[in-house]
């Protein structure tokens, strides 16, 4: 499991978000790294690709939501980081089916989604809690 405790912002819903993300992220790196060929492995792989695309943007939702809620001071460039992500998946995901599903896309794509996510939630995410210890805020979670 690629998820760890450290990673925790204490605030529930957006924790369980967090380590689904990276459920599903373990999940996808694992079908694509099996040794099974790709003929094998596209519809799962596509499976995940789906549910990561859709559960993504409810998990952006509901942080950036917490983070007006205690009036975080970046929220705006958060937002913005959030957003590219999202533009960025469905850039590639578009690309990936124009190109009939190539792997080598796919397993590109999951190194730097990897990357990403572990990126974000262990370092970008982490302002969120240290803004809320040094403040004192906690909102209603
Ligand atoms: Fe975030």
């Known amino acids: 499991m690629l998820w760890k405790d450290k990673y925790e912002l204490g605030v529930p ?4 978000q967090h380590k689904e993300l990276f459920k599903r992220v373990d999940l996808f790196m694992q079908t694509l790294r099996s040794n099974l060929d790709w003929d094998d492995k ?3 792989v596509n499976e995940t690709l789906e549910f990561i695309k859709g559960y993504v943007v409810e998990h952006f939702k509901d942080e950036e939501a917490y983070q007006q809620q205690i009036g975080y001071p970046e929220y705006s460039a958060h937002q913005k980081i959030h957003s590219d992500m999202v533009l960025y998946v469905l850039q590639v995901s578009e690309q990936y089916e124009n190109s009939g599903f190539s792997e080598q896309l796919m397993q590109q794509f999951g190194g730097k989604l990897l990357a990403w ?3 974000h939630v262990a370092a970008e995410d982490q302002r969120i809690a240290a803004y809320v210890k040094e403040k004192g805020v906690a909102g209603n979670e």
């Open 117 to 119: 996510l572990i990126n």
């Open 42 to 44: 596209v519809e799962r």
């Open 13 to 16: 819903t957006v924790d369980a």
